[in-house]
């Protein structure tokens, strides 16, 4: 519960503080997102979605490491997604990821 509770937090915290634009509303990007997104609404930088899967997969882990490699496997094809839909840049996915990871190693060293 403390890994995926402490990502969102600070994904949160990070969101607006940074608040990136998605690159579809970047001027001459000429991205045209797949969902009917309202432009300048959202904020990009870090990606919650990435956060959140990753999260979830690593609080898995010591249960099943098994069906978490698999949950890993899932996110990294989510992040794919994100991407080529033009909703992240690379950086926002890396970012999501890390978070979460940062924290599970946290956890795991000194809880």
Do not use: W
Request: net charge positive; with cysteine.
């Amino acid at each position: 519960f403390l890994i995926p509770a402490a990502s969102l937090c600070l994904v949160s915290a990070l969101r607006m503080i940074i608040s990136r634009p998605r690159p579809y509303d970047e001027d001459g990007a000429g991205i045209t997102p797949m969902l009917n997104k309202e432009k300048g609404k959202y904020s990009s930088m870090p990606s919650r979605h990435i956060t959140s899967a990753v999260a979830i997969a690593l609080g898995v882990f010591q249960i099943s490491p098994v069906i978490a490699i698999i949950l890993l496997a899932a996110s990294l094809v989510l992040a794919y997604t994100r991407f080529a839909v033009g909703v992240h840049y690379i950086s926002d996915l890396l970012v999501g990821a890390a978070i979460p990871v940062a924290i599970a190693l946290i956890c795991f060293l000194f809880l």
